[in-house]
């Protein structure tokens, strides 16, 4: 068990559709990343929020948002969805790095979505 | 821009052989940290092992040895005596920390299926 927790696990929704995925990171943790993982692109960086403020931008799309709450607690936002949004969304946490100093992201379990 | 290639897809073998999965990383930066994550077919992504790049020194934890090689640009990964319980995707990652934006750049993955 990595400590960061990601609800819901699945999600089956339809075209279109709007959804909401959470994330709490580990105790401590004030750095959230969100993945995207599909069979056509792998694992890709989408967004990074650190301790409330939005740090680095990946390849998210712009009907893709977020946001990390003052709990620290992240929310990733996906509207107008369409068929190729089906795939697993990780959120990872780490502590923050000294400058040049060591990153060690620990992942959630993933919230699997299908997009119908 | 940074980039890890994982040129192997799929590879198969018998338990107890020996294998090795390939990761070859192209970066800009001096400073950078290479990573292993293991993903079951559960789904999760487990931390296998984090390399600074000034520490080409390799590793060895149980069954599993790390070799990177700064001068090929290479850290590969290799299990010994393999076992069923070893089937599953690996991924090799890069990050540039710069500050507090460090963000895991993947490869595409390798899935390895140890036969009994």
């Given at each position: ?30 750095s959230v990343y969100w993945y995207q993982q599909?069979?056509?692109q792998g694992l890709q960086f989408l967004i990074q929020y ?5 740090r680095a931008k990946g390849n998210i799309?712009?009907?893709f948002?977020a ?22 969304y990780f959120c990872a ?12 992201q620990?992942f ?9 | 821009a940074q980039?890890v ?88 990652a890069l990050s540039e920390?710069?500050?507090?934006n460090s963000k895991l750049t993947f ?10």
């Open positions: 068990d990595s400590g960061v927790t990601q609800t819901p696990k699945h999600l089956i929704t339809a075209t279109g559709q709007r959804v909401t995925l959470r994330c709490s990171p580990r105790s401590g943790d004030l599909s069979l056509d650190y301790n409330g403020e939005e799309l712009e009907r948002s946001q990390q709450f003052p709990d620290l607690h992240s929310e990733l936002n996906l509207s107008s969805l369409e068929l190729g949004d089906s795939a697993l946490s780490s502590v923050v790095p000294d400058l040049g100093g060591d990153n060690e620990f959630g379990p993933g919230t699997r979505l299908t997009v119908l | 980039k290639t994982q040129a192997q897809t799929e590879i198969s073998v018998v338990e107890k052989e020996d294998v090795t999965l390939d990761c070859v990383y192209e970066t800009r930066d001096t400073t950078y940290y290479l990573f292993w994550y293991k993903q079951p077919p559960s789904g999760e992504l487990v931390f296998l092992i984090r390399r600074n790049s000034f520490d080409e020194q390799n590793e060895i934890s149980g069954r599993y040895s790390w070799n990177f090689q700064k001068s090929t640009s290479s850290f590969n990964f290799t299990i010994t005596a393999s076992q069923v319980v070893d089937s599953a995707v690996y991924f090799c920390p710069t500050g507090a490869g595409k993955g390798i899935t390895l299926s140890v036969r009994p």
